[in-house]
């Protein structure tokens, strides 16, 4: 009978996401001065590094954005000297401000169909979501004709253009949006559900709804709402610059930057309200009173002091060679070069502290975990007394 108590606890387990995160609650302690960061390919510089992918696709090959619109490929070894162009779409994308080449993903099934997802923006005034399939005679080229738009979101502003993609375990792709830019979100956009601005966005790539080059998923949370756009997830956010699945628990991180007082991590759940711009963090913005009743929290939330100023959001790490990282989740801020492991109860510990403006997190198909910095340099988290 044991036994069979046994087992039935195991398949509630498997059912239910509880048990996941119940383990994730019992971390391993950082030690002080434990972890440290290092150039990890030394030979290597790029011009503004803002994403960093791995296409899992068992070629141990790292792929790197840079903001003016170039993606470079090269062998995931420390000494790596060569670098390939993948993509280069410099020639039509506007990069002042926070325009550019702002994320990438490839499609989980990339290694039979060869799509790669990039979101960039043409002009001030619009960001796109395109496809592109990489070249049948040459792995690593990217056939830039074979670009097909998904989707188009008009920009009212050059700031607040979000940019992360990523698909999730339900084989959809999600698509980090920004209010748009401005300040404070003068038009409202995030708490507006008939735009796409300032959103979690999620949609299926690999169908077609009439009219559209990707479908929606039935169970998105405003399906069926008449005043409300179907590819909404999430909404509420100011610009998530950087969110990212926990591969163990589906979990989605986010990291929304602030206005002037408070960078905010959250836990995205679909449905959810992210509070933009009613509240920034847990405070009212600009009112005394705000009615927050259905509005999420962030788990985490941190001032502009320290020259803290402008979080990006990383990877929960769930690689092999940092015992102690393992299901932490590990970010920084842009200004300071602070970064930070937080855990899903909310304690949150100081790492490092790099001086680096860190404009991404990325992780290899071993899950080891990197940091890009606009001193052209990918770094590598390691446990101090090891290489
Ligand atoms: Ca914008
Ligand atoms: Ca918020």
Not at 49 to 64: A, H, T
Not at 146 to 169: C, D, K, M, R, V
Not at 363 to 384: M, P, Q, T, W
Request: glycine share 10%; proline share 3%.
């Amino acid at each position: 009978m044991k036994r069979i108590g046994l087992v039935l606890l195991s398949i509630s387990c498997l059912l239910a996401t509880s048990c996941s995160d119940k383990e994730d609650l019992t971390l391993l302690p950082i030690t002080d001065g434990s972890i440290s960061l290092n150039n990890a390919f030394t030979s290597l510089t790029f011009s503004k590094p803002l994403d960093l992918q791995s296409p899992q696709d068992g070629s141990n090959r790292i792929f790197v954005a840079e903001k003016d619109g170039i993606i470079k490929s090269f062998d995931n070894i420390s000494s790596a000297e060569v670098v390939t162009t993948f993509l280069d779409i410099s020639n039509k994308i506007a990069t002042t401000s926070e325009l550019g080449l702002l994320g990438f993903a490839f499609h989980p099934d990339y290694n039979t169909n060869g799509f790669l997802y990039v979101t960039y923006t043409p002009s001030e005034s619009l960001s796109v979501v395109s496809r592109f399939k990489v070249s049948e005679t040459d792995i690593n080229v990217v056939d830039e004709s074979s670009e097909t738009i998904l989707l188009e979101i008009a920009q009212p502003e050059t700031n607040h253009n979000g940019g992360q993609l990523a698909f999730g375990s339900d084989g959809y792709l999600y698509i980090a949006s920004g209010d748009g830019g401005g300040t404070g979100d003068p038009d409202g956009n995030a708490q507006n559900l008939e735009t796409l601005l300032g959103k979690i966005l999620r949609i299926d790539v690999n169908n077609q709804d009439a009219g559209l080059n990707y479908a929606i998923p039935n169970d998105n949370p405003f399906v069926g709402n008449e005043d409300a756009r179907g590819e909404i997830y999430a909404n509420g956010l100011r610009n998530p610059w950087r969110f990212s699945f926990d591969n163990q628990t589906n979990t989605i991180w986010a990291a929304d930057v602030g206005q002037d007082e408070k960078e905010e991590i959250n836990l995205i759940v679909k449905g959810g309200n992210y509070g933009w711009n009613i509240q920034e963090g847990t405070s009212c913005y600009q009112e005394t009173e705000c009615d927050a009743t259905d509005l999420i929290a962030p788990i985490y939330e941190y001032g502009h002091s320290k020259n803290d100023k402008s979080v990006t959001g990383g990877y929960v790490y769930r690689g092999n060679e940092l015992q102690n990282l393992k299901g932490y989740y590990i970010y920084g801020d842009f200004i300071s070069g602070r970064v930070w492991a937080l855990d899903q109860a909310g304690n949150n510990k100081l790492l490092l502290e790099t001086g680096l403006n860190i404009s991404s997190f990325g992780i290899d198909e071993n899950n080891e975990l990197y940091l890009c910095s606009f001193d052209g340099k990918i770094y590598k988290f390691s446990s101090v007394g090891k290489d």
